[in-house]
């Protein structure tokens, strides 16, 4: 059984691009999978078709469309489409940073947790390269490879 190619749904701006639309006929058989709403995604956007799995989901994507803002900081003038994003913007105005480094001699705090987890990432890096670099200056506390690149520069040091 064959259909005609959706127009409909290609005519959604964007969408044609997104389902790699050729405009050829579809066969019922072999519909795009991102037609059909999974059953852990039941709730689906009336206009672009995509599904997510809560209805809150669903209301918030909605806004991609209608350009919705409803959530409006309360310092300026700044809205927001997700309660979520105001809250994180307002940290910016009251110098909030909730997200700590936990590591001792450090005490950086963050305001977002994704900039956390970089931090801790870097903390990671410069861990090993301590472990790549075990020879440490006594002056500057510079670390080496190499004992022998050590000698060579505490002997520049001492020349400075």
């Known amino acids: 059984m064959q259909i005609q190619h959706v127009r409909d749904l290609c005519a959604v701006p964007g969408a044609a ?39 809150h989901q669903l209301v918030q994507h909605i806004r991609v469309h209608t350009g919705e803002k409803p959530y409006k ?3 300026c003038d700044r809205k927001f489409k ?14 909030e940073r909730p997200y700590k480094c936990h590591l001792p001699d450090c005490g950086r705090a963050f305001i977002q947790l994704s900039n956390l987890q970089q931090h801790l990432r870097n903390h990671d890096a410069q861990v090993e390269r301590a472990k790549s670099r075990p020879f440490h200056c006594n002056l500057c506390g510079k670390g080496f490879a190499t004992e022998s690149s050590l000698r060579t520069h505490t002997s520049k040091r001492r020349i400075a």
């Open 17 to 55: 691009a997104e389902l790699n639309c050729t405009g050829d006929i579809l066969s019922v058989q072999n519909l795009l999978p991102q037609l059909a709403a999974p059953e852990n995604k039941p709730h689906q956007c009336q206009q672009c078709l995509k599904s997510f799995s809560s209805n």
């Open 73 to 75: 900081c309360s310092y």
């Open 82 to 95: 997700q309660l979520s994003h105001v809250q994180q913007h307002t940290r910016l105005h009251t110098g």
